[in-house]
Each structure stands twice: as C-alpha cells, then as structure tokens.
C-alpha cells in the first residue's frame, strides 16, 4: 500500500476536519476542535489526549512540568512521529509518551503515567537548572512590548515565582537574548535584509539619495538615506544644517549620525540619517560626502556639531588651505563661531 497522504480541510471556524487518503480514495475522517488544541507553552496539566499543535511546544511543557514536579526525565525516543520520556531512575515507572496525528505536526499525548515514585527525585531535582531556551519560551510574552523595561533581576525574580528555581544573571540574559531573537530575528539576518530594504526605499521614494557599502568581506561599513522629500523641502530652509550622532549599544557597534534642519515654521526637517562603521574622521567624510551628493552646495551654508574633536580636525584643514584663516579665525574666539563655545543656550 502507497503511504496515505493527509491534508487539511478547514470546513468551519472552531472545527479542523483531516482528511487521510491513499490512492486518492478516503480511508478516514475525522475532525478536531481547535479550541482544544494547545498552542501555548504554559500549559501545567499534562494528560492523555491531549493535542498539541507541533512537537516543539509539547517538548516545552515538559520541560515546565518536570521542574514544576520537581523532578527529571530523560528522552527515550525523540523523531519526527513520537516523544517518549522515562524517569532517569530506570526503577520509576513514570513515564510518557506523545506521536503525531497522521504523520502531521499535532502531538497528542498517548500514554502517561505521573507516579514519579524513585528515590531520586529529590536529589536529581537539586542538580536540575532551568535552561535558558525554556526561561526564553517563558518570558517571550513580557517582551512583546518594545517599550517595557524588563532586565536580567526582572527575569531572575519572575523565574523563582514561577518555577521556584535560582538562575545566574548571566542566564536570565541569555535568555532574554533568545526570545528576543525569536520575537525579531537574529541581527545578523536584519543586516542580511538590509540591501532589500533600501531597494524598496529607493523604488518607493524616487529621486532620493541611498547608498550604502560594504568591506572587501561582505561587512556592513555604512548607510546613507537622504528621502527626496528631505531633499525637496531644503531648498525652502535656511542653508544651516545641524548633525548629531549617537552610539549604537547593540552587539554590532556603530554610530548613528542625524542631520536636521528648521523649517520657516520653526519645525525640525531631518535631511539625512545614516549609520557609520565608527565615529572617526574618515567615516565623517564618508558621510558629508554623500551629503554634499544630495543636496550639492548653496552660498553660506552652515554646518553646525558640538563635536569638539571635529573643530579640531577641521582647523587642521583650514590650515592647509591658507594659513591665515586659522589665525583669524583663532584671534576672533572660538566663542564667536564654534556652537560648541557658545555662551548662550545652544538649545
């Protein structure tokens, strides 16, 4: 006989009919209500007949039962079609044992047997941590919310309560790092999606300035963007440009550099943003490069930064070009044209 093959038939809203057949004739049908189906890994009562809607998450309420009974189990037989797991006393008759429904991704619970009974249990149950895949799974729902503020003791704490377990900081970080990851995706991947963002930014804004590079390696060096509206509306505005930068805190470091200007309304018109590889001088003239490629020169336009180590940079090419200009410049204070020396509100 060929293997059957199954397929879904969803014929309502709170039922799954599945139908199996072989050889294109039916063998069986029979439905489910998908109410009953556990999607969520809190589930704390584990049954017979149980189904669950893949094997991962049957796998994870495991785990949370085994440390909620305080004991532990070893895998007994893991593939694609059935979970089974013993006691690791092999005198405990406790026991259990999941399989696919027809070879799909539902689990239901076969066989259970919850006498955990052996000697052990106390004593493996202390040697037994938490591991930071389950506390990730755990605490994915409290990090749905960007703007939350849930540290590493926020975890450590909230652990305890739940599982009555003691976790290191460290772990408490790593999985807050894993469920992150599971929520948004790895950083490495948004960086990989990165050309295909600006792509579709670039066929999306028309007549905007987009650039970005890359090392000899295939490694992010830095980004530009410059949308056509920013470009259009400047030429409305006073040529005076104010930039700024801040420190990416992530595990890819970088700097992200901000360029604004007022708008006759007295409202801030951003002109440019962009991500630089670091906060040196050629990764400035990187991006004063694109800059001057976007919106080209107009007379007496202004760049304004509080970077002191940039004035001093800039001096230093003033000086190539005719040294009589720094030593106005230098006699005139640096109160007079630096914003960083201002001595009025720079806000």
Sequence with gaps: MDEAVQRYNFATDDTIALDVVNSGEPIGVFELDKNLIISKTNQREVMVGQVYKDKATLKEVMDHYAISERFQFRVDRSNAISYALLCMSEDCEWRFKASSINKLQLFKVREFNDKNTCPLKDKVYEQRQASSSLIGGMIRPKLTNHKRKYIPKDIIDDVKTDLGVDVSYMLAWQAKEKAMNFLRGELADSYNKLRGYLYTMDITYPGSHIRMVKSPQNEFKYVYISLYVFIKGFNQCRPIVIVDESHLKSYYNGTFVLANTLDGAGHILPLAYGVIDSENGAAWTRFFEQF????????????????????????????????????????????????????VNRG
Excluded: F, H, Q, T
């Design 292 to 343: 001057k490629k976007a919106y080209g020169e107009r007379e007496s336009m202004c760049i304004v930064s509080d970077r002191n180590e940039s004035i001093i940079n800039l001096m230093e090419k003033v000086e190539k070009v005719d040294i009589r200009v720094k030593e106005y410049l230098e006699l005139a204070g640096y109160e007079k044209w630096a914003r960083l020396y201002a001595p």
